[in-house]
């Protein structure tokens, strides 16, 4: 099986992410969650220009000042994703009509506290809310369970680290 490549943003703005609820595609294997926007790679694209590309088509807003926090291993099965995580701040543009769900500015600690997301999402959310630097993070679920993460070659204790989340905020 071929590995994925794949970038996501959280686009920050008064303390709060910029959210998608992923709602309206069938088959979604994110359905019913909340993610940053972004999406796969086109062919030829580099991480930057798929995530300004993957920002423009689903919210509407172009990136101005964005930055790579991080990239994301996912394993679960015959399934892998290589996930390039960013960050932004400056943009450009009006929030449009989004074909994959609800977009919504929601305050940073119910993003990572309240919000139904991957249980290794609150790990990135936590890593970047602490605003470190920049790392690696592998995550292997089995049968869409985190079983476990390894943060820049350490194992974390998931449970541990995910319980600490709401302390952060």
Known sequence: ????LT??????????FLMLHRTKKKNDPNRDLWLGPGGHFEPGESPDECVVREVYEETGLTLT???????????DGDWYEYMFLYTASGFTGEIGDCSEGELVWVEKDRVINELPVWEGDRIFLRLLIENRAFFSLKLHYEK????????????LDINDFIHKVTKLI
Do not use: H, P, W
């Open 65 to 75: 000042d964005y930055r790579i926090r991080g990239i994301v291993s996912f394993s």
């Open 1 to 4: 099986m071929e590995n994925e």
């Open 7 to 16: 970038t996501l943003c959280y686009i920050e703005k008064d303390g709060k």
């Open 144 to 155: 869409r369970k985190l079983q476990y993460a390894v943060l820049d070659g350490k194992e």
